[in-house]
């Protein structure tokens, strides 16, 4: 189930977040308009998880009349929780690209488009990996979002459609502390949090490792 919504959270978070990053930055006029959105966006990022869970449960389960802890559901929540940390974090790697680079380009007479395809994206990519893959990190880590929106603590199969019942390490977890046995207690539970820590410091290890090649290829 954390694979699966891991899936479908990194499309939307690059699409979404990183074209609304190179949006911002890019192309949207510098006004007041475009300054209130990025103050939302930025206080947005400190909103705490389980309020996206109540915004999940208003917008996608009784708006929008999907069923309590689908896969969809839950990933289109958890997508919310990471939007704005994957914007802010892009639009500051695209900022970082030196506006000399983007001069040139016009100078050459590149289009604002190939410019920001073939120079500013590139430059910027490592910034903007580095910060999606923290972002997924934090989903994979989240749990308050999850039961608001009735993600079940057990299922015993595999999601095998958008509309299925799913579960996440972080709920099975959250389910095994209350189990009294003495194998979850001291066996089970203390597994699942290092298999936990594992994923999450590969994760993070990942976007250093990202960060570092494009730097050294720069």
């Known amino acids: 189930g954390s694979v699966m919504m891991m899936a479908i959270l990194v499309p939307i978070a690059l699409f979404l977040g990183v074209g609304a990053a190179v949006y911002l930055t890019e192309y949207a006029s510098k006004n007041y308009l475009t300054g209130f959105i990025n103050l939302n966006i930025s206080n947005l990022a400190g909103v705490p998880s389980v309020v996206w869970g ?10 929008m009349n999907m069923e309590y802890g689908t896969l969809l559901a839950g990933s289109l929540t958890m997508a919310l929780l990471i939007l704005p940390i994957v914007i802010i974090s892009s639009q500051e790697a695209i900022r970082a690209v030196p506006d000399s680079f983007r001069e040139a380009s016009f100078g050459m007479g590149a289009t604002r488009w190939q410019t920001v395809r073939r120079i500013v994206l590139p430059r910027a990519l490592p910034g903007i990996m580095t910060g999606t893959i923290i972002a997924l990190a934090r989903a994979l880590g989240e749990t308050a979002p999850l039961i ?13 459609s958008l509309f299925s019942k799913y579960t996440t390490m972080t709920m099975q977890i959250f389910t095994w502390t209350d189990y009294p046995q003495h194998d979850f207690q001291y066996g089970v539970l203390a597994a699942g949090v290092v298999t936990l820590l594992a994923v999450l410091l ?4 990942v976007a250093i490792f990202i960060r570092y090649k494009f730097q050294g290829n720069d």
């Open 202 to 205: 590969s994760m993070n290890a």
């Open 54 to 63: 109540l915004l999940g449960l208003g917008l996608f389960i009784q708006l």
């Open 148 to 160: 608001m929106i009735g993600v079940p603590t057990t299922v015993f199969t595999t999601p095998d």
